[in-house]
């Protein structure tokens, strides 16, 4: 058993890991979580319209390097090209706000004033909100962390 985890992000883009870096995993490490975002690799890219071989493929890598380590994905369900209807039956509401490429959150923020930018100002609104607020509006969301918390003192396997 320990007293901390230790856990690999690998988020979509840019924007989720300054959200992981700046915010959440501060948040975390109260907590004995320690989270490393980690932007799933796209050959000449960074970043959106994620493939589930392309997540694949960074799990099988993150896996085989250290085993002592856990692994989450941090990623918008808006855009999954494979198993989309399959993450739907499953999750029932996955994100109702974000179920086309115009209605996604950046899209409704950047409707709203032309200086809003989705690695900034998105960021800055986030921080303003809280991840305690978060938690509580986002059942999704809490549920996840809930679940990284209880790493903490867990065995391998047991979480």
């Avoid at 501060?26 to 959106?48: C, S």
Wanted: glycine fraction near 6%.
């Amino acid at each position: 058993m320990s007293d901390f985890a230790e856990v690999i992000v690998l988020v979509e883009g840019l924007t989720e890991h300054r959200f992981v870096k700046q915010l959440l995993a501060p948040y975390m490490a109260d907590r004995g979580v320690y989270l490393t975002p980690i932007i799933l690799d796209k050959p000449g890219e960074k970043g959106g319209d994620v493939k589930f071989a392309r997540a694949i493929n960074d799990i099988e890598k993150h896996l085989k390097q250290r085993r002592d380590t856990w692994l989450t994905l941090l990623i918008d369900y808006y855009g999954i090209k494979q198993h989309v209807d399959a993450i739907l039956a499953e999750c029932k509401e996955p994100e109702k706000i974000n179920d086309h490429s115009t209605t996604a959150p950046s899209k409704r923020l950047e409707a709203l004033s032309d200086r809003f930018k989705k690695t900034s100002t998105g960021l800055a609104i986030a921080t303003e909100i809280g991840i305690s607020k978060m938690r509580f509006a986002c059942p999704l969301f809490d549920a996840w962390l809930t679940k990284l918390e209880s790493l903490v003192g867990s065995k391998d396997g047991e979480a």
